[in-house]
Structure formats: C-alpha cells, structure tokens
C-alpha cells in the first residue's frame, strides 16, 4: 500500500512539474534551441531524480553513448526509457507520432527541436519526407531516434520490427546503435503503480552500414530482444507477469 501511495505522489508531482519547468525556461527555449533542449533536459532529470527517492527507482545508463550521428533503435517499454535515453543523448531527435505535437507544453518543445513527426499508417511519406528535410539542411545533425516496433511493448510481448528502421538505416548509411531496456518491469505503460530497483537503458554496439535489409533487421532484433530479457532477467522479471 506504501507503495502505491508514494507512485501517486510520484506521478502527480512529475505531471505538475512539466508545465512549471516548460514555462520556466520558454523564454531561452523561444530565441534558442538549446534553450528547449536544456529544458527537456532538466525535466528528465528531475523525474529520474525524484524517483529514487520517492519510488525507490534508480535509473542507470551502460553501455557507449553517442555523441556523433547515428541512427538509434531503440526498444520501448515505458515513458522512462524515453526519459532516460533523451538525458542521455546530447542531440536526440525522436521519431514520434504526430499527435504529441499537439499536447501542451511538451508539443511547443517537440517543435522547437526538430523532432520528427510522423503520421501512423503513412510511415513511409513520413521517411521519405524526413529523408528530404535532412538532405536539405532543415533538419539539425544529431541522433535520430526510432522505436523499431513503433509503440511502446511490455515485459515478454511479441511485436515485429518494422521495417522503417531498415530504410533509415540504408539512406542514413550512419552506423545504426541498438538499444535495450527494462525500463517497463518498473514503469509499466499502462497503470500507476512503480516498482523500485534499477532501471536500466543500455547503448549496444553499433551495427556498421553496408548490411542487406533482411540481415540488418535479423541483427537488430535478435540483439535488442537478447539484451533487453537479460536486463529484465536481471531486474527479477519474470514471464508469468
């Protein structure tokens, strides 16, 4: 019951928190794009900060962070791997869904950065037309960031990978670095309740350019799947859950 009762405080102060720190840094974020990074920044920071000690829940990243440009795929569990990865990025541009840039103060950010909006069901425009805006410029370097299965899929769900990562990988020709979680045996996506332990987001080693789209998708989720059940199996996970 404890428990329960310090995930709600947690949840209400990191959902109060958004909107406080959004219009405490909009005035660098309207003239600068560093301002709305810095501001993404800090929120991230904030609600891993918080979480240990009011939930209990650490957050650690392993692994090699990139800081060049990449293509990052990445599995998706909870609103925490998001949280984790963007802190840890220094220019991480997320592959979204289209909706997000309509939400309050999150949506002005999310424009503010370059992120890439896309509409589900017409992925394949949404690559073709962010293919061109990185070609010509529009879009800033940094580390694009897709989720291959293109939702968030709890602890032990089988979702296939789409094959958006695989053309972005061709066109980018950039090194593609995969990365695992167990970000969703704490922070499930659906519900309010949070376990503490350590959550964990883990940068893999880089798939080079150059493989077919049938051997890079192979490797993507063959890693991914490995890396992400042996953090869960970690973390005390169980499949039965």
């Not at 958004?18 to 794009?33: H, N, T, Y």
């Not at 950065?113 to 394949?124: C, L, S, T």
């Not at 789209?213 to 192979?218: L, N, R, V």
Request: hydrophobic share 45%.
């Amino acid at each position: 019951m404890l428990q329960w009762i310090r995930s709600f405080i947690y949840i209400i102060q990191a959902t109060v928190a958004m909107p406080v720190i959004g219009l405490a840094f909009a005035p660098w974020a309207m003239f600068s794009k560093t301002g709305a990074y810095a501001a993404c920044k800090a929120y991230a920071a904030w609600c891993m900060w918080t979480a240990r000690w009011l939930i209990g829940l650490r957050c650690e990243v392993r692994g090699n962070v990139p800081t060049t440009e990449v293509l990052v795929a990445a599995k998706h569990q909870s609103f925490l791997d998001i949280l984790i990865i963007f802190h840890a990025l220094p220019r991480a541009k997320f592959i979204m869904k289209r909706e997000i840039l309509w939400t309050p103060v999150i949506g002005q950010y999310t424009k503010r950065m370059q992120m890439i909006a896309v509409d589900r069901g017409k992925r394949g425009k949404a690559i073709s037309k962010m293919m061109e805006d990185v070609h010509a410029g529009r879009i800033e370097p940094g580390q694009i960031v897709i989720y291959s299965q293109g939702t968030r899929v709890a602890p032990g769900a089988k979702v296939p990978y789409k094959v958006g990562t695989a053309v972005l990988y061709d066109q980018l020709q950039q090194p593609c670095v995969p990365v695992a979680t167990n970000a969703g045996h704490f922070w499930p996506r659906r519900g309010a309740y949070r376990r503490p332990g350590l959550a964990v987001v883990e940068f893999l080693d880089p798939i080079q350019p150059g493989l077919s789209k049938d051997a890079f998708m192979a490797r993507l989720e063959q890693t991914v799947e490995a890396s992400s059940n042996a953090l869960l199996k970690e973390a005390g996970w169980q499949p039965h859950e």
